[in-house]
């Protein structure tokens, strides 16, 4: 008989979503303004029987209720197509990626989206290519840190679109964006609330860097009404070859 030290790994499964947590992800997915079919609702199941097994694993989030998965991750990271400047988008970059969000679920939803998913942590990177070849996404891992890839030849200037959620105040990250766009393409930065302070301080960095404002949403998460705020920075003119500075060097020194 088998003893329970050496049951197979996989004995207990993660949970997939429950009734309520499907029903909450449909619902409010479409009040976000992304309906979901039936096949990229099961896409979220399994991404979130994913997360479970990964979080186990690694410390990938502190998000651990199906509630704060579910409105947190899924929804919130496709409030980020709110901006009408995805529109003809190809190659883009999340910055930031952490466990996956936004890139594997505006993957999901946006299949047609060449994404690279970057992320200074290679154990996190690691995780959504893994889990993106599960879900048969078009989405690639790249780790390492902004400021060195914005100088790497195979990335600066190639993307439509540098996405990121929450990851820094709006002058580091115009810095660290603008730089990997291409003339043209388009920041789209997710933030909580947007002070006054740091958007003005962000808009005179992007100018610095060839940056100007293009684009803002308001409003806010489905259910939890937390409120939420899009800023896109679109790329005007070629960055100059000091931007992005070395590693370290934006987030102490933030431009504007």
């Given at each position: 008989?088998?003893?329970?030290?050496?049951?197979?790994?996989?004995?207990?499964?993660?949970?997939?979503?429950?009734?309520?947590?499907?029903?909450?992800?449909?619902?409010?997915?479409?009040?976000?303004?992304?309906?979901?079919?039936?096949?990229?609702?099961?896409?979220?199941?399994?991404?979130?029987?994913?997360?479970?097994?990964?979080?186990?694993?690694?410390?990938?989030?502190?998000?651990?209720?199906?509630?704060?998965?579910?409105?947190?991750?899924?929804?919130d990271s496709l409030s980020c197509l709110n901006a009408e400047a995805w529109q003809g988008a190809v190659k883009v970059l999340d910055l930031g990626t952490g466990a996956g969000f936004p890139a594997?679920?505006?993957?999901?939803?946006?299949?047609?989206?060449?994404?690279?998913?970057?992320?200074?942590?290679?154990?996190?990177?690691?995780?959504?290519?893994?889990?993106?070849?599960?879900?048969?996404?078009?989405?690639?891992?790249?780790?390492?840190?902004?400021?060195?890839?914005?100088?790497?030849?195979?990335?600066?200037?190639?993307?439509?679109?540098?996405?990121?959620?929450?990851?820094?105040?709006?002058?580091?990250?115009?810095?660290?964006?603008?730089?990997?766009?291409?003339?043209?393409?388009?920041?789209?930065?997710?933030?909580?609330?947007?002070?006054?302070?740091?958007?003005?301080?962000?808009?005179?960095?992007?100018?610095?860097?060839?940056?100007?404002?293009?684009?803002?949403?308001?409003?806010?998460?489905?259910?939890?009404?937390?409120?939420?705020?899009?800023?896109?920075?679109r790329k005007v003119t070629q960055t100059p070859e000091t931007y992005p500075r070395r590693t370290g060097v934006p987030n102490k020194r933030p431009l504007g």
């Amino acid at each position: 008989m088998m003893s329970d030290s050496a049951a197979p790994a996989d004995a207990h499964p993660p949970a997939a979503l429950s009734e309520t947590g499907r029903s909450l992800l449909r619902e409010a997915a479409a009040e976000a303004g992304q309906p979901l079919t039936a096949a990229q609702e099961d896409l979220f199941d399994h991404l979130y029987r994913r997360l479970q097994e990964g979080s186990a694993q690694m410390n990938l989030t502190a998000l651990q209720s199906e509630q704060d998965v579910v409105l947190k991750h899924f929804v919130d990271s496709l409030s980020c197509l709110n901006a009408e400047a995805w529109q003809g988008a190809v190659k883009v970059l999340d910055l930031g990626t952490g466990a996956g969000f936004p890139a594997l679920p505006l993957a999901i939803v946006r299949p047609e989206l060449q994404i690279t998913a970057l992320d200074a942590t290679a154990k996190k990177v690691a995780f959504v290519e893994r889990t993106a070849r599960e879900l048969g996404v078009n989405v690639s891992g790249l780790s390492g840190r902004a400021e060195e890839i914005g100088r790497d030849e195979q990335h600066r200037g190639q993307y439509d679109v540098v996405v990121t959620r929450a990851v820094a105040a709006l002058p580091v990250l115009a810095e660290l964006a603008l730089p990997l766009l291409k003339v043209g393409g388009v920041l789209v930065a997710q933030k909580g609330q947007l002070f006054d302070e740091e958007r003005a301080a962000g808009l005179r960095a992007a100018e610095q860097i060839g940056g100007e404002l293009a684009e803002e949403w308001q409003g806010t998460l489905p259910v939890l009404g937390d409120p939420r705020s899009l800023i896109v920075l679109r790329k005007v003119t070629q960055t100059p070859e000091t931007y992005p500075r070395r590693t370290g060097v934006p987030n102490k020194r933030p431009l504007g």
